[in-house]
């Protein structure tokens, strides 16, 4: 059964700390997103890779957040330093460009206190 | 202005009624429209995709698009409980933009 897989699933840290959260798309998926869903904004686009290459970060607060995708099976979604506001659940989803749907992992719930 | 707005709702419907949920969007080079479900707790799963302008039929469900109003309609006939969740509507002209999500409980 194919699925995206996130970890952590959960992650509470103090306001300053490094964040890492890894996913790992559908085996043969050459597009891969990241979002972010809080109450208030909903789903977020951050960013989204397409054969391993950056197509559009421009949801990124790029003075704290980074992503990048060192290999096909493995994206990364990094934030340095972290800040309470950055609370909010993460979504990872991969899919394949000529089809419209994304498939996505369970998320990553991170707190920061 | 947000290029997808979706009201979040909560929405209360009973059992067995149509429930009708909205999106409007203002990027006119949105091609694929979607409507995605998502539980508690959960990731969202794809329910429906349409192309272009037009209805699509599933079940069900219906999905209806208006371009020239740039409107979308997803249409629930005999609403269930087990149908309560979020539904987030999606639009992409390559990357993929997602509305707020209308959260819609549906009483047995």
């Known amino acids: 059964d194919a699925r995206v897989t996130q970890t952590p699933r959960h992650k509470v840290t103090e306001m300053g700390q490094e964040v890492t959260m890894r996913c790992q798309p559908i085996l043969g998926h050459n597009t891969v997103f990241w979002y972010r869903q809080t109450m208030m904004q909903g789903l977020e686009l951050l960013a989204y890779f397409r054969n391993r290459a950056p197509l559009d970060d421009s949801g990124m607060p790029k003075d704290r957040f980074s992503a990048e995708m060192p290999d096909a099976t493995l994206a990364t979604l990094k934030i340095q330093p972290s800040e309470p506001r950055d609370s909010a659940v993460y979504f990872c989803?991969?899919?394949?460009?000529?089809?419209?749907?994304?498939?996505f992992g369970e998320g990553s719930r991170l707190t920061v206190l | 202005q947000k290029e997808v707005e979706q009201d979040p709702g909560p929405l209360s419907v009973p059992e067995g009624a149509i429930v009708s949920l909205n999106c409007t969007y203002s990027?006119?080079?949105?091609?694929?429209f979607m409507w995605y479900r998502q539980y508690s707790r959960k990731g969202p799963e794809l329910l429906m995709y349409t192309y272009s302008s037009g209805n699509k039929e599933d079940g069900r469900f219906t999905a209806q698009v208006d371009k020239s109003s740039k409107y979308i309609s997803l249409f629930i006939r005999d609403s269930q409980p087990s149908d309560s969740a979020t539904y987030l509507c999606a639009m992409t002209d390559d990357k993929i933009i997602f509305g707020k999500g209308t959260r819609l409980h549906i009483l047995p």
């Open positions: 989803a991969s899919g394949l460009v000529m089809d419209r749907e994304l498939f």
């Open positions: 990027n006119s080079a949105f091609q694929y």
